[in-house]
């Protein structure tokens, strides 16, 4: 047969399902998609779908009044940063702005949802002095052109938080081996 006409988003496609199944999250995303054709409808139909498997528990909501859409991302990874957070912080005697961890991650939100196109906010409540659950918030109206990078923004927030839950872990670890060294030398 003739040459196969790819549509743009083909490769943008591939790569978002390749990252996809690099975080171990495609077996999360519907079975029936792997029955779809593969066209511009599959992947938007796609970047919907994953935009609500990164983080274990997403919402979106319609604000008719502002038309503006909101996506909110919850997770136990996100909970895990924060309680780690707050014992490093009783431990080392800082404050949420003087822990640079908190530092580091507000720079992967910020970098993870630096999309193309405009018409889009975010926000993050993950503080003690936030209500509610610790969470990712992500807002966009009617003329923003970004959602497919979206996906990908979020698996490098989620990579983020991984990454920091680990160094925070060792950091409390080594603080406590210190401490008992400190004891046993007393």
Do not use: H
């Amino acid at each position: 047969g003739g040459m196969v006409e790819l549509y743009p988003d083909f490769f943008a496609m591939l790569r978002l399902a390749k990252n996809l199944y690099d975080s171990a999250l495609m077996d999360k995303v519907s079975d029936f998609f792997w029955t779809l054709t593969l066209n511009e409808d599959f992947y938007y139909e796609l970047v919907y779908e994953s935009t609500g498997v990164v983080f274990e528990n997403t919402s979106l909501y319609f604000n008719e009044e502002k038309m503006v859409d909101t996506y909110v991302f919850c997770d136990p990874v996100i909970d895990r940063f924060c309680r780690l957070c707050r014992q490093y912080e009783q431990r080392r005697n800082l404050t949420e702005e003087e822990n640079p961890y908190r530092k580091r991650i507000e720079a992967v939100i910020r970098f993870g949802f630096y999309l193309n196109g405009y018409d889009y906010n975010f926000d993050w409540k993950l503080s003690e002095t936030d209500r509610g659950r610790q969470r990712l918030l992500f807002f966009y109206g009617g003329e923003f052109c970004g959602l497919d990078e979206l996906p990908e923004g979020l698996l490098d927030i989620r990579d983020g938080f991984l990454e920091l839950n680990l160094e925070l872990e060792t950091a409390l670890t080594d603080l406590t081996e210190e401490n008992t060294t400190e004891k046993e030398a007393a």
